[in-house]
Every structure is written in C-alpha cells, then in structure tokens.
C-alpha cells in the first residue's frame, strides 16, 4: 500500500478534462429543465399521471443500471457517452411534436435508458484515461470541477431559460434543448479511449455475461470495494433527495414564493463549490474526511432548523460536503477496482444510490406526515453521522489517493 504523489503535471490529464467539463456542461444545460413539468401540466395531465411520469423514469434507470454498465465494459464508452444524449434529444423531440401522456412516458423511458449508457461509462471511462496517463490520482480533482460544471450549467440554463420561454414558449426552449443535446453528443467524441484487446475485442453474448458477473464477483469477493460501492451509493442518494425539497422547506419558513430561487442559488453555490474542493477532499486521511461528514450533518441541521439567510448558507455548506463527499467516494472506489468490468462495478453503486433515493423520497412523505420540513431534514442528517463514525473505523480504508495494493 502506498500513496501516489500528489503534485504531478497536469498537461497529460488535460487531454480528458477539458471534453469532459465540456461534456459535463452540456449535458445539463437543458432549458426545458425547469418547465417540462409544466408542460405535462399544460397538456393536461393530472398530479397522479405527472408522479407516474417520474415512477417510470426512475424505474428505467434502476433496471437497466447495471446492464447498461456491464455493456459499458465491452463496446466502446465513448460511444456509449455519444448516444446518451441522443437518447434524451429524441425524448425532448417527441414532447414537443407529439405531446400525450403516452409520449411523455417513453420518451422518460428513453431519457432513464440514455442516463444509464453515461452512469459508470463516464466514470470509467475518465479514471481509466488518467490511469493510462499516470494521472489517476487527479481523478477526483477532475469529476469534481465536472460536478461544479454540470451545476454551474443549471443555474445558468435556468435564468436563461425564463426569457427564452417568454419570446418562444416550449418550442423555443424545446428545440434549444435539442440542439444542446446533439452538442453534447458531439463533445463526447472528443474524449480519448485506450481500449485493450481483452475488452474490445469481445461481441459476444455470452462475453456480456462474463463481463457482468466478473464484476459482481469483484463486488462479493473484495471486502474494500464493497466498502466502496456501499459509501458511493449512499452518500450521494441522501442529500440529492433532499435538494428537491429545499423550495418547500424555504416556504414553510416564510420565504416569499418569488424569492425561493435565491435560496436555491445559495445551495447552489455550495454544491459546485463542493466539487471544487473534492481535490483536496481526496487526499484527506479517512477520520478527517468523517470530521467533515458529521461537520455537514450538523450544518444540515442547523440550516434546516434556522429559517434564515445564515441557515441557507449552513445548508449550502452542509450540502457542498456532501458533494465533496460523493466525488471522493466514487474516486475512492475507481482506485480500489482491480478487476476489467470497471464500469459494471461501478454501476452497481449507481443502482444503489437509485434505489436508495427512491426509499429516500419515500421516506420523506412518511415522515413529513409527522411534522414539518425542517424536522425531516434534521432526520435525514442522521445517517450522515452513522457514514461519519463508518469511515473513522480503523478498518475503513486506505488514505488519500492510495491505490488499492
């Protein structure tokens, strides 16, 4: 066991971070984001028929996490990365042109099967290119300034979206999201890709099967990257549940309506803000990186609990650990994968944090049937200090950037 030097020159790394952050931006800068709910209702749809939207979506995802990332590991990613957003252009198209509640629901079926092409094939994808370049330890560094850009991107989209919308009404954002998307698709092929005979060359079926259960085994028998799947599929799937909640927990503290935005461009800043420092947060010994764990806790509690401006920065911070948190938790499991199904393994704590969320959401309703948002997001900080005494275990890891021996 060691630890890799952390100051390394950067120029080999820059030929995969500058199409991922480009990637990363484009991905999420979708003008029909913050009205597409609208549009459902728009057209008609009711409460129920609009949260069935969101049921299949998600249920898309879950089931074809995993399988997506096993194909991830045998045809090229790069492509994989090039059709995702493809997939969610054909969906935004379909809205437009042919707006029912029958389009809406495949094209969410299409939009969950292009997010799972890009879940575990982006992440492997980029560590195995740094690797490569002897670079694998700014993998953190590198997916948390993409995090920041992907935030950064719907805060923007967002504002630009409210004029857009009033000059062109849904045709307007729709076609831009469109575009947006082929843009996307287009800055994927810009990623490098080194593949090796052992995985390109597979086409097989039953080389699929290999694949997937190779990287199931290395889940079952390696102790340490369980240890990581579990904490990268955790961290992540809490306080991104939350963040939907937050407009909702502002009004309840006597937040005008039109001054909720504010409050969620705080917690904003503090999400990209997180990424930004998932560098640092990476060369951080365990029982520090758990210090700051139950440090967000607490500031998550303490914000929800405030109903003031000082209480939205607390939970932006609190929110911006956690982000922090996931970035260094995935980066820790890239580092710990041994095994040729990277992006397998990987989907796997991708299914975990869908499924966790779900149970996130669920567990919300039941509890906010008990009292107000703020006691619920009080709650939900809970598990966090549960994470904290978890990685300051003695056991829990290796420090920093260490590769996995």
């Known amino acids: 066991m060691f630890t890799l030097p952390t100051r390394v020159a950067r120029t080999p790394a820059r030929r995969v971070s500058r199409p991922l952050y480009a990637y990363a931006t484009l991905e999420e800068f979708v003008l029909l984001y913050p009205f597409y709910a609208v549009l459902f209702a728009d057209t008609g749809l009711s409460v129920a028929q609009i949260t069935s939207l969101f049921v299949i979506w998600s249920a898309t995802a879950i089931v074809l996490e995993v399988p997506s990332g096993a194909l991830a590991d045998i045809v090229s990613r790069r492509l994989l990365l090039a059709c995702a957003p493809i997939f969610a252009a054909t969906a935004f198209a379909l809205w437009l042109i042919f707006p029912s509640y029958w389009s809406f629901a495949f094209g969410f079926v299409l939009w969950g099967a292009g997010g799972t092409l890009s879940s575990g094939a982006l992440e492997a994808l980029v560590y195995t290119e740094l690797d490569t370049r002897g670079a694998a330890q700014q993998y953190a560094r590198i997916m948390g300034v993409a995090r920041s850009c992907g935030v950064v991107a719907v805060g923007v989209s967002t504002v630009i979206a409210v004029p857009v919308m009033a000059l062109g009404g849904y045709a307007a954002i729709g076609a831009a999201s469109v575009l947006v998307c082929l843009m996307c698709a287009a800055s994927a092929l810009l990623l490098p890709e080194t593949r090796t005979a052992a995985t390109s060359d597979i086409e097989t079926e039953?080389?699929?099967?290999?694949?997937?259960?190779?990287?199931?085994?290395?889940?079952?028998?390696?102790?340490?990257?369980?240890?990581?799947?579990?904490?990268?599929?955790?961290?992540?799937?809490?306080?991104?549940?939350?963040?939907?909640?937050?407009?909702?927990?502002?009004?309840?503290?006597?937040?005008?309506?039109?001054?909720?935005?504010?409050?969620?461009?705080?917690?904003?800043?503090?999400?990209?803000?997180?990424?930004?420092?998932?560098?640092?947060?990476?060369?951080?010994?365990?029982?520090?990186?758990?210090?700051?764990?139950?440090?967000?806790?607490?500031?998550?509690?303490?914000?929800?609990?405030?109903?003031?401006?000082?209480?939205?920065?607390?939970?932006?911070?609190?929110?911006?650990?956690?982000?922090?948190?996931?970035?260094?938790?995935?980066?820790?499991?890239?580092?710990?994968?041994?095994?040729?199904?990277?992006?397998?393994?990987?989907?796997?704590?991708?299914?975990?944090?869908?499924?966790?969320?779900?149970?996130?959401f669920l567990a919300y309703a039941g509890l906010f049937s008990f009292s107000g948002h703020a006691w619920v997001f009080v709650l939900f900080a809970l598990p966090y200090l549960f994470i904290a005494v978890a990685m300051a275990a003695p056991r829990a890891g290796y420090r920093g950037t260490a590769r996995h021996p």
């Open 206 to 360: 039953p080389a699929y099967f290999r694949t997937l259960s190779e990287g199931l085994r290395e889940i079952r028998q390696s102790r340490p990257v369980l240890a990581a799947v579990a904490l990268a599929a955790v961290v992540p799937a809490l306080w991104e549940s939350l963040e939907e909640y937050v407009p909702l927990l502002a009004v309840e503290d006597g937040v005008r309506v039109e001054l909720v935005p504010w409050v969620v461009l705080v917690i904003w800043i503090g999400v990209a803000a997180g990424g930004l420092c998932a560098g640092a947060g990476a060369r951080l010994h365990n029982r520090s990186l758990a210090v700051l764990v139950a440090a967000g806790a607490g500031l998550m509690a303490l914000g929800a609990l405030a109903g003031s401006p000082f209480g939205w920065i607390a939970l932006g911070a609190a929110f911006g650990v956690f982000q922090m948190t996931s970035v260094v938790a995935d980066a820790r499991l890239q580092h710990r994968i041994t095994g040729p199904s990277r992006a397998t393994v990987t989907s796997v704590a991708g299914l975990g944090t869908g499924l966790l969320t779900v149970a996130a």
